[in-house]
Structure formats: structure tokens, C-alpha cells
Antibody, heavy 121, light 110 residues
Framework: EVQLVESGGGLVQPGRSLRLSCAAS????????MHWVRQAPGKGLEWVSG????????GYADSVKGRFTISRDNAKNSLYLHMNSLRAEDTAFYYC??????????????WGQGTMVTVSS | QSVLTQPPSASGTPGQRVTISCSGS????????VNWYQQLPGTAPKLLIY???QRPSGVPDRFSGSKSGTSASLAISGLQSEDEADYYC???????????FGGGTKLTVL
């Protein structure tokens, strides 16, 4: 069964850091791009970042550029999001999503259940 | 403010046909394919339509997508109560070099 399981969310103070992880199973992880998409409480979806199959192409939303870093470990079938200088507006459910191709411009065909990040003092 | 524009709400009665629009620009919808996602209450989003008009396996043919110029639309025919959900359009944006979403449309089945 194709599955994505996020972890690492929680309550963090403004200005602090947090690392999210996404464990993938049921498909050949290193054949596909991977993404993080977030959803603030009661709001819509926002693409956060994406990474191509070989980490050769990486993209970020302007709202997180310079603060967040996406990475992947194909040997461990895992995706990561390192979040620094967190702000209250980063509070959201963070979803890991599988791209349907190798590069960033394909649809997200599998989604995890998400992990909640709350930034508050 | 979302890069892609969707109506915030739509509604219909069981059996009816409803459409949801998605408006963009030349850097996103105008030059890339459109994908649609369905998010049922309290659940993760799910891919509904990809590459403008393709359905993943398991998605009923009541759902269809189309694109013309810098706009796209999702049509749902034979509306059912279980279709009540939020629907999002998305596309790659060549200028932003990232994926952009619409603000979402909340579909209510009356």
C-alpha cells in the first residue's frame, strides 16, 4: 500500500526551529518528486516546497524562502522540512505529498495525513 | 490572496450538474496543465483530476475537467451528498517557479 506518514509537528515558540519528516512506503521513492503543502486552520492549501527525484531541482514559496529547507534521503525513503525562524503565520497542518513525476511540475497523487505545527509563545 | 481565483462557494441539489471555475494567467494555467483536488471534511486532500481532464483510477466519471486559455473548470454531474467537500485547482507557475493553488471552493449539496 502506498503510504506517506508525517511526523515532527508540535508546539514551538516564535523564532525557534522544527524539523518535519515524511516516511514513504509502497512505491519507488527515488523515482518521484516530493512536496510539502500546508493548510492554516480554516484556510486553503498553500504549496510550501518541492524537491525533484534526485534533489537537483528545489523550489520554495516566497513566504518560506530563506527560512525553510527541504531535503530527502532516498536510501531511507524519507523527506524532510527544516523550518527555522518560525512565525505565528507558519501555524498550519503540514502535508507531505508525492509528485506524479520526477520533476516539480506534476500533480500530487498521494498525500499523507498531515502533522500540525503550532507557533506560539 | 491566491494566485488562482475560484468562487468561494457553490451548491446544487442531488442529481444536478455543477461547475467550479478556476482563473489564472499566462504564467500558470495559460502554459501548464491544471490539477484538481478534493478535500472531504476533516481529511487530507485527494487528487481528483490531473493534466486538465484526466481522472486517476477510482475517481468516478461524474467528475470531469477542462481548460481553455487561462481558465479551467471542474464539472460534477449527478451530484451526490458525498460530493460535499472543498475543491482546489492548482498549476505550476513559470514566473514564481512553484505550484500555485486556488483559494478553494466549498461545495454544498442542498
Amino acid at each position: 500500500e502506498v503510504q506517506l506518514v508525517e511526523s515532527g509537528g508540535g508546539l514551538v515558540q516564535p523564532g525557534r526551529s522544527l524539523r518535519l519528516s515524511c516516511a514513504a512506503s509502497g512505491f519507488t521513492f527515488d523515482d518521484y518528486a516530493m512536496h510539502w503543502v500546508r493548510q492554516a486552520p480554516g484556510k486553503g492549501l498553500e504549496w510550501v516546497s518541492g524537491i525533484s527525484w534526485n534533489s537537483g531541482s528545489i523550489g520554495y514559496a516566497d513566504s518560506v524562502k530563506g527560512r525553510f529547507t527541504i531535503s530527502r534521503d532516498n536510501a531511507k525513503n524519507s523527506l524532510y522540512l527544516h523550518m527555522n525562524s518560525l512565525r505565528a503565520e507558519d501555524t498550519a497542518f503540514y502535508y507531505c505529498a508525492k509528485g506524479s513525476g520526477q520533476w516539480l511540475n506534476h500533480a500530487f497523487d498521494i498525500w499523507g495525513q498531515g502533522t500540525m505545527v503550532t507557533v506560539s509563545s | 490572496q491566491s494566485v488562482l481565483t475560484q468562487p468561494p462557494s457553490a451548491s446544487g441539489t442531488p442529481g444536478q450538474r455543477v461547475t467550479i471555475s478556476c482563473s489564472g494567467s499566462s504564467s500558470n494555467i495559460g502554459s501548464n496543465t491544471v490539477n484538481w483536488y478534493q478535500q472531504l471534511p476533516g481529511t487530507a486532500p485527494k487528487l481528483l483530476i490531473y493534466s486538465n481532464n484526466q481522472r486517476p483510477s477510482g475517481v468516478p466519471d461524474r467528475f470531469s475537467g477542462s481548460k481553455s486559455g487561462t481558465s479551467a473548470s471542474l464539472a460534477i454531474s449527478g451530484l451526490q451528498s458525498e460530493d460535499e467537500a472543498d475543491y482546489y485547482c492548482a498549476a505550476w507557475d513559470d514566473s514564481l517557479k512553484g505550484v500555485v493553488f486556488g483559494g478553494g471552493t466549498k461545495l454544498t449539496v442542498l
